[in-house]
């Protein structure tokens, strides 16, 4: 479909003339003025005279790309308003990974996390393990070097579960997959089995050890805390067969004091 314009008719000049310099006047004041700016334009003129909604994108050098629409070649500025009103994320969504070992990556997932693909080809991995419809994204990308220790980068990702009972459980079902923890902690706020992927980015697979979020940060502003930060190891091994001997959940996620300890050779990080 082909738009018409008579542009010889001297109306039409003078409303182009001041079109281009309402934009000017636009982008100077976004020079001045950390609000951005939207500009509206509603329905071209189109052949036959019918009318035809035309929608645009205008980057004026703001700091987010605005949607602006055209009445009639008029163009209106608008302000958007700024208000100081904290607007935080509703939730955490997902995490993607490259990887040139696609497969193995992709495989370790599925078997520590219980997920499974919602989408997959020679080149890209969705994986889930819940509602969401992918947690996690793999990227097929050939020749990566592996990651170098020192680095500055993510330490790791934490999944929560339920219950110990849960977490013993996939500890477990995991090991018999061969995928078995590198570092156990009781953190004090959660009890923690840290895995290392076939890239070797670190997984956390955590219980809560307190019921409620006030307690775990009690917690952090305690002299238990400030004494030991980081958390007392334990044998996953030793921790399943108490579990499964009947000692009560309450009592196995509780930290025992252990005295003064920082970051040292036991902590992956690496």
Excluded at 55 to 78: H, I, N, V
Aim: hydrophobic letters at 35%; charged letters at 25%.
């Amino acid at each position: 479909m082909r738009i018409e314009q008579d542009v010889g008719h001297p109306g039409d000049r003078r409303r182009r003339v001041a079109d281009v310099h309402r934009r000017a006047q636009a982008r100077e004041a976004l020079e001045h003025d950390s609000k951005p700016t939207w500009f509206e334009y509603l329905e071209l003129p189109l052949r036959n005279d019918g009318m035809f909604p035309v929608t645009w994108a205008l980057w004026s050098r703001m700091p987010l790309l605005f949607t602006t629409t055209c009445r009639f070649g008029r163009l209106t500025e608008k302000t958007m308003q700024v208000t100081g009103t904290p607007t935080p994320p509703r939730k955490f969504a997902h995490f993607v990974l490259r990887t040139s070992r696609y497969h193995e990556v992709v495989d370790f997932y599925k078997a520590l996390l219980c997920a499974h693909s919602t989408f997959s080809n020679d080149i890209l991995s969705f994986l889930t393990y819940d509602e969401e419809h992918h947690r996690i994204a793999v990227l097929n990308v050939s020749g990566l070097q592996d990651q170098q220790r020192g680095t500055a980068g993510v330490h790791h990702v934490a999944f929560t579960y339920d219950s110990l009972a849960d977490l013993i459980a996939n500890y477990e079902r995991a090991k018999l997959q061969s995928i078995e923890p590198v570092w156990c902690t009781n953190h004090g706020p959660t009890t923690s089995f840290y895995y290392r992927d076939p890239d070797g980015n670190q997984l956390e697979l955590q219980v809560e050890n307190f019921a409620t979020v006030e307690e775990s940060i009690e917690f952090f502003h305690s002299p238990e805390f400030a004494e030991n930060p980081i958390g007392v190891d334990f044998d996953p091994e030793e921790l399943a067969r108490r579990l499964r001997a009947g000692e009560p959940e309450v009592d196995l996620i509780k930290r025992p004091h252990s005295g003064p300890r920082g970051f040292d050779a036991h902590i992956k990080i690496f």
